[in-house]
DNA sequence: GAATGTCCGAATGTTAACATCACGACAAAC
DNA sequence: GTTTGTCGTGATGTTAACATTCGGACATTC
């Protein structure tokens, strides 16, 4: 969005990092359910290149939290305990915390209105594994706007744990999920535009908690 | 200490940690400045393994951000901006206001009298570089003592930079850090150890005050 | 003379073969 | 019957050679 008429980025990336982005997104589709084995000599012939690669991109899943490994031992997917989430929740609500205040008072209107984009796609999404991708996206947004580069790599630390503890909320509340996300999230945008930091502090913390207790206290009309 | 009688964890590491912990040695110790190039085939050599170990170690260290490497470019040392100095602080302070609250409200007694244990270890310290590292590990020993997984390698991730950060403060105000900060911390243990969660998060704050200051206001009697 | 094009060197990216290790099954011993 | 020791399998850890790419130096062109 109106990078002041910059040209694009144009880095060239390596075969790591698509592998990764290859693997993450089976993962997220299910091919790789949480506790499975990623076995490299596996993954590099599916994928057609050598193992240096693979390992290369376990790594930086690794580092996403998406994967664990041990030594001469391989890597699993990640699976999420209740202390998982928990975890998740608070460190994320730290992080969010954070990149709030910034937003509200340091972002340019250009990253105020990416955020009002991502709020607004949400609207025409019917398919709930799009809405979750919105929905990080969303907080990705939120995130670019703060302007913090180590807060952000914080988040992304997190993030695909997120996106996968928000994968296993599917099925559950599922018609409430997509009727009223969207709106919600047209609020904390519009929080953010007014800068009003206190509401945005406090739509942020309903919001996180909504995700969160559907695990714990699942609603018994569904 | 006393896990509860529990043996040591007993886990092998293997090369790359080894070369990544060397690395890291070497650039704490100066052998490496701040932009300067780190060569695979240089480490390899000076390591005595092969290249893969120091690809691994490598991305490691990027993982802690003391690292910054582009495609076919390679990997120099991080150099900290007044611009990186101030996201660290931020970040730092909404990490560690979390495990503030999470140490007043779940420590273990054990765990405390480890945070306790590293604020005494600061009173015999006399080299500069060696009250740095007892600096990071006090800190160190209070995101243990938070028991949060996710929250400690989120700390991890800017540990090495704050150690970078601190190593550029020596030799400014070196008397008064030497002389106060061991007080200051046993302060921050005494806080904790009383569980007053306002009076620690007061003091945590001041603690990352001093150190920051440093920079933009140095002393005019040193 | 400034700009453009081409080439060379040096570093990283990638590959495939080799060495090492952990886990499980099976057998022997107490 | 439980435990301990051994062995084989299949994976990861490591290595060294090959391929690709970047940056700068030099020559060329207008």
């Given at each position: 969005?109106?990078e002041?008429?910059?040209?694009?980025?144009?880095?060239?990336?390596?075969?790591a990092?698509?592998?990764?982005?290859?693997?993450?997104?089976?993962?997220f589709?299910?091919?790789?359910?949480?506790?499975?084995?990623?076995?490299?000599?596996?993954?590099?012939?599916?994928?057609?290149?050598?193992?240096?690669?693979?390992?290369?991109?376990?790594?930086?899943?690794?580092?996403?939290?998406?994967?664990?490994?041990?030594?001469?031992?391989?890597?699993?997917?990640?699976?999420?305990?209740?202390?998982?989430?928990?975890?998740?929740?608070?460190?994320?609500?730290?992080?969010?915390?954070?990149a709030?205040?910034?937003?509200?008072?340091?972002?340019?209107?250009?990253?105020?209105?990416?955020?009002?984009?991502?709020?607004?796609?949400?609207?025409?999404v019917?398919?709930?594994?799009?809405?979750?991708?919105?929905?990080?996206?969303?907080?990705?947004?939120?995130?670019?706007?703060?302007?913090?580069?180590?807060?952000?790599?914080?988040?992304?630390?997190?993030?695909?744990?997120?996106?996968?503890?928000?994968?296993?909320?599917?099925?559950?509340?599922?018609?409430?999920?997509?009727?009223?996300?969207?709106?919600?999230?047209?609020?904390?945008?519009?929080?953010?535009?007014?800068?009003?930091?206190?509401?945005?502090?406090?739509?942020?913390?309903?919001?996180?908690?909504?995700?969160?207790?559907?695990?714990?206290?699942?609603?018994?009309?569904?």
């Open positions: 969005m109106s002041q008429g910059r040209v694009a980025p144009a880095r060239r990336r390596g075969l990092d698509e592998v990764a982005d290859r693997i993450r997104e089976a993962i589709a299910g091919t790789y359910a949480p506790g499975a084995q990623l076995r490299e000599v596996e993954l590099a012939g599916a994928l057609d290149v050598s193992r240096g690669p693979v390992r290369e991109a376990l790594l930086r899943l690794e580092r996403e939290g998406l994967v664990r490994s041990a030594w001469h031992r391989g890597a699993t997917v990640t699976t999420l305990s209740p202390a998982d989430v928990a975890e998740l929740d608070s460190l994320r609500a730290a992080l969010e915390q954070l709030v205040r910034q937003v509200a008072a340091h972002a340019s209107d250009d990253d105020l209105a990416t955020v009002e984009q991502a709020a607004e796609r949400m609207r025409r019917e398919d709930e594994h799009e809405m979750v991708r919105c929905d990080i996206a969303f907080h990705d947004a939120v995130y670019a706007a703060a302007r913090h580069r180590r807060l952000e790599e914080a988040w992304q630390a997190i993030r695909s744990q997120v996106h996968l503890f928000l994968l296993t909320r599917i099925g559950v509340r599922s018609a409430d999920y997509l009727a009223h996300i969207p709106e919600e999230h047209r609020e904390l945008a519009a929080a953010l535009r007014a800068r009003d930091t206190e509401r945005a502090l406090t739509l942020f913390a309903a919001h996180r908690l909504h995700a969160f207790d559907v695990l714990t206290d699942p609603d018994p009309r569904t």
